[in-house]
């Protein structure tokens, strides 16, 4: 069975498609959540919500780009939502320590530290940090895209992202002493 | 430096790949969802049809609208003629028979010295009522009433009894009346009770 012809079943409330659906790609999404969530319930808890929504919504998918990416934007929507009401999006910009601050050197890594072990050190990123640096690397949102989702200025998504990215480096370079 | 990479690319890289089996329960907690949802999406109508109830209801309403218009005009019409029906006053409420198998009964009474002669036809709202030739004269106690688009007038006799009398001259006598009630007879044989209905 092709993915359109899931994707149609789905519009029609098919049940087996919904579960082929699934089962293809909530793991991957699943992946995605983990990324955005430390707590394994809350990531679970996003996923079901952002897969129901997918279902829900799905007769609105034009074919227009990847249906995966279709479905990652509105699981990383519901994430970015939970964390709101949460509260756990805190965005702080500490003025003092952004000035001057710049990647003066590049961030290289061997190929050799697997990226699940980078995950591991994202995750013990500030989880403003960690949505920005998810949202700008991973996702590839640009800038002014992230500030509107999050509901702050591009200049703090920025910065944020600078911090991200400094914090992330020396973790890296301890992990390599 | 060959074999160093940029670590934002290589995670950008890498993310495709990560996946995580999730939680067993997140399924069944998913699909219980999407089982009320596909009741409630199965009950629901189709859109068209949706459409055409509301588009049905607005015609409705607009026909019912310009229905009670049209029959409210119609009524001030009568009620305006009513009114301008010199020397007469109409009885305001509906009279009804005592079976109330006759509904359509207006009762006037006459207000002023006045005199019905010849032929002379009388119109309600521009309705012909009756061609009847008449001729009464009276001061204040006669009624006339119409009564299936015919007109009788009724002529006082003593405190208790009046005479009808219809285009075909016949008699009508009525034998009792109070403010809410009266009751007539044609000839010997028929009566009618008439009773006021409550306002």
């Known amino acids: 069975m092709t993915e359109y012809d899931i994707i149609q079943l789905c ?13 293809r790609y909530a793991p991957k999404m699943f992946g995605v959540c983990r990324r955005y969530l430390l707590n394994r319930e809350d990531a679970e808890d996003v996923l079901v919500e952002g897969m129901f929504r997918v279902f829900d919504n799905i007769h609105t998918y034009q074919g227009a780009g990847s249906f995966e990416g279709w479905i990652r934007r509105i699981i990383v929507n519901e994430a ?33 530290l697997a990226a699940q072990d980078i995950l591991k050190l994202l995750e013990r990123l500030p989880t403003g940090y960690r949505t920005i640096f998810n949202l700008y690397v991973i996702e590839g949102y640009k800038h002014i895209e992230i500030a509107e989702m999050l509901g702050i200025s591009i200049n703090t998504s920025k910065s944020q992202l600078i911090l991200a990215k400094e914090k992330l480096k020396k973790m890296v370079s301890n992990v390599h002493k | 430096m060959k074999n160093e990479k940029d670590i934002f690319d290589l995670l950008r890289e890498e993310s495709e790949n990560l996946s995580e089996a999730p939680p067993s329960d997140a399924w069944q907690r998913l699909e219980k969802k999407l089982t009320i949802t596909r009741k409630t999406k199965r009950k629901r109508r189709p859109m068209e049809l949706q459409l055409i109830g509301v588009v049905v209801a607005v015609l409705l309403l607009i026909v019912i ?4 218009w049209f029959v409210t005009f119609q009524h001030q019409e009568v009620i305006k003629g009513r009114q301008e029906f010199a020397g007469m006053r109409f009885l305001r409420g509906e009279w009804s028979l005592s079976d109330n198998k006759m509904t359509d009964i207006m009762v006037w009474q006459l207000t002023d010295s006045l005199t019905l002669e010849g032929e002379k036809s009388l119109f309600f709202s521009d309705k012909l009522i009756s061609k009847a030739p008449i001729s009464i004269k009276n001061k204040g106690k006669s009624n006339i009433l119409v009564f299936e688009n015919k007109m009788y007038l009724l002529k006082s006799t003593t405190n208790d009894s009046f005479i009808f009398s219809s285009e075909k001259n016949q008699v009508v006598r009525l034998r009792k009346a109070t403010n809410n009630r009266f009751t007539i007879s044609f000839g010997e044989g028929i009566i009618f009770v008439f009773n006021r209905k409550q306002e």
């Open chain 1, 11 to 23: 519009i029609q409330q098919d049940a087996k498609a919904q579960k082929l659906l699934y089962d």
């Open chain 1, 80 to 112: 970015l939502m939970f964390l709101r009401k949460k509260r756990l999006l805190t965005v702080d910009t500490d003025a003092s320590e952004l000035q001057n601050l710049e990647l003066s050197t590049p961030l290289s890594i061997e190929h050799e």
């Open chain 2, 65 to 68: 609208g310009v229905v009670s």
